[in-house]
Every structure is written in structure tokens, then in C-alpha cells.
């Protein structure tokens, strides 16, 4: 039976660190959806086409088997949209404890609207740990070289970005 497994964030921009947990994922699942989500209590720079041909392009670079991989736009609750992808669970990374409560509580929302939906937590790797998007942003609007963290393709979209701004 294939495993497939959802990964959703915001991805506004996807930076190397979600690239670590998708190529992990990949190692544990059969079929990985990158699920593109607008969360709420965010504001992103990026459209999500925007955002999804990022993660595609990523994919491509990091010679990721795109067999594997599907980008979706997630409308509405994650559970439904996994329920509606036959997929059995999410994967979120860990990056600080100062990620946990968070993730507990969405994990425990996303439990009572599905239990048959398991979460699994990879932690991020140690070189990855302080990057997100929101300090990438900032980082490269003030100036900042932003290489370490992004592909070249997204610095060249936040350029593009910023300066039409
Ligand atoms: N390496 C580096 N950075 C990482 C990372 C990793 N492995 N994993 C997460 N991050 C960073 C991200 O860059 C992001 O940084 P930012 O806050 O500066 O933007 C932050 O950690 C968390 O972002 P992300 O992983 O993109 O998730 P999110 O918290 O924005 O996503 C959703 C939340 C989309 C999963 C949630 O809002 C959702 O499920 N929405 C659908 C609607 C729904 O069902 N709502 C009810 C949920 S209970």
C-alpha cells in the first residue's frame, strides 16, 4: 500500500530547512503532497502560485524524484484536504521547543477533526534550525545575503518582489 503523507506550511518563501524535512520525508513515506496553505494569521510576500513554482523549481535543483512529490493549494482544513488525497498523515518539521506548543495545539485541533490522521514531527537538522521565512524576508529587504537559506531562484523572486514594492 503506497504511504502518502501530507507537508503543508505557508512556504512563503520554502527555504532550505523545509527542503531538509522534504527530502527526509521521502525516506519514511511513498508520496509526498507539499501543501501549499494561506494561514491565517499571516500576511505573505508570495502568491501561491508564486510559492508553489518556488518549491518547484527547488525540487528540481535538489534532483528530487518529482515522481514522488505533488505541490497542491490547500482551501479550507488541512484533515479534509488530506481525507480528500487519501493521505494517513502530516508531517510538520521541529525546529525549538518554542515550536512546540504550537505544533501540540494544531496537532490536537487536526485529532479531533480526523483521528484516522497521524502527525509526525521530524526535527529540523542542527544547520537549519534557526532559519524562517519571516528572518529570510527580512534578511534579504535589508540587504543581506540570504544564499545560505534560499535557492538562487527565490533570491531573484524576492528581488523582483521587493523592488516593485
Ligand atoms: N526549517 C526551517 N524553517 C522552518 C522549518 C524547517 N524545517 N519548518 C518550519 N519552518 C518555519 C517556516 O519558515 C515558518 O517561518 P515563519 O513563521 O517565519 O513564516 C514557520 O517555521 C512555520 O511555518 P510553516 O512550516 O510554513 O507552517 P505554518 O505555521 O505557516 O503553517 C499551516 C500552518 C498551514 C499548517 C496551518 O495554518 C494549516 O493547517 N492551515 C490550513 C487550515 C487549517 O486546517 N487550520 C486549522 C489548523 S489546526
Redesign the pocket.
Known amino acids: 500500500m503506497n504511504k502518502i503523507a501530507i507537508y ?5 518563501p520554502m ?4 527542503m ?2 522534504v527530502k527526509r520525508s521521502l525516506k519514511i513515506v511513498d508520496k509526498l503532497i507539499i ?1 501549499v ?6 500576511i505573505p510576500l508570495l502568491s501561491i502560485e508564486e510559492r508553489k513554482s518556488i518549491i518547484k523549481n527547488d525540487i528540481i535543483e535538489n534532483n528530487i524524484e518529482i515522481i514522488n512529490i505533488e505541490i497542491k493549494t ?1 482551501n ?6 488530506a481525507k480528500m488525497n487519501n493521505a494517513t498523515c502530516i508531517i ?4 525549538a521547543v518554542s ?1 512546540f506548543e ?1 505544533e501540540f ?2 496537532t490536537g ?2 485529532y479531533q ?1 480526523n483521528p484516522d490522521i497521524e502527525t509526525i514531527f ?1 526535527m ?1 537538522s542542527d544547520k ?2 534557526f ?7 527580512e534578511v534579504h529587504k535589508l540587504g543581506g545575503d540570504v544564499s545560505k537559506f534560499v535557492s538562487s531562484n527565490t533570491i531573484k523572486i524576492l528581488n523582483h518582489k521587493n523592488s516593485s514594492l
Open positions: 503543508p506550511g505557508t512556504f512563503d527555504t532550505n530547512g523545509h531538509d524535512i501543501s496553505a494561506n494561514n491565517l494569521n499571516k490547500v479550507g482544513l488541512l484533515t479534509d484536504f510538520r518539521g521541529l525546529r515550536d504550537y495545539q494544531m485541533m487536526n477533526l521530524l529540523s537549519n534550525s532559519i524562517s521565512s519571516n528572518l529570510v524576508k
